[in-house]
């Protein structure tokens, strides 16, 4: 049977999205970014993540898979995005 960790993930101000999801998932399978498998533009337009988020005024939600897990980007209502990973490791 698959298990599932749930993890969150709050941004730095300066930090692109895309970033924060290779971060967030790292630290979701307990790896360190530089020496972690997955890479982000393998399976992602890093540029149309970066960009979907980066005015900070649209209040939207934003999954998609990727390296056993399911990531889920919320915005609030002010734009701050807070990433939620789903491992399935």
Same mark, same amino acid.
């Given at each position: 049977? +698959?298990?599932?960790? @749930?993890?969150?993930?709050?941004?730095? &101000? /300066?930090?692109?999205?895309?970033?924060?999801?290779?971060?967030?998932?790292?630290?979701?399978?307990? +790896?360190?970014?530089? @020496?972690?498998?997955?890479?982000?533009? &393998? /399976?992602?337009?890093?540029?149309?993540?970066?960009?979907?988020?980066?005015?900070?005024?649209?209040?939207?939600?934003?999954?998609?898979?990727?390296?056993?897990?399911?990531?889920?980007?919320?915005?609030?209502?002010?734009?701050?995005?807070?990433?939620?990973?789903?491992?399935?490791?």
């Amino acid at each position: 049977m +698959e298990r599932t960790q @749930e993890f969150y993930y709050e941004p730095d &101000e /300066d930090e692109t999205l895309s970033l924060a999801v290779v971060s967030a998932v790292a630290e979701a399978h307990d +790896e360190d970014v530089i @020496e972690q498998e997955w890479r982000i533009s &393998e /399976d992602i337009n890093t540029d149309a993540l970066d960009g979907l988020f980066q005015e900070h005024n649209l209040k939207m939600t934003l999954q998609f898979e990727a390296d056993t897990t399911t990531a889920t980007i919320v915005a609030d209502n002010n734009g701050n995005p807070m990433i939620k990973i789903e491992s399935h490791r």
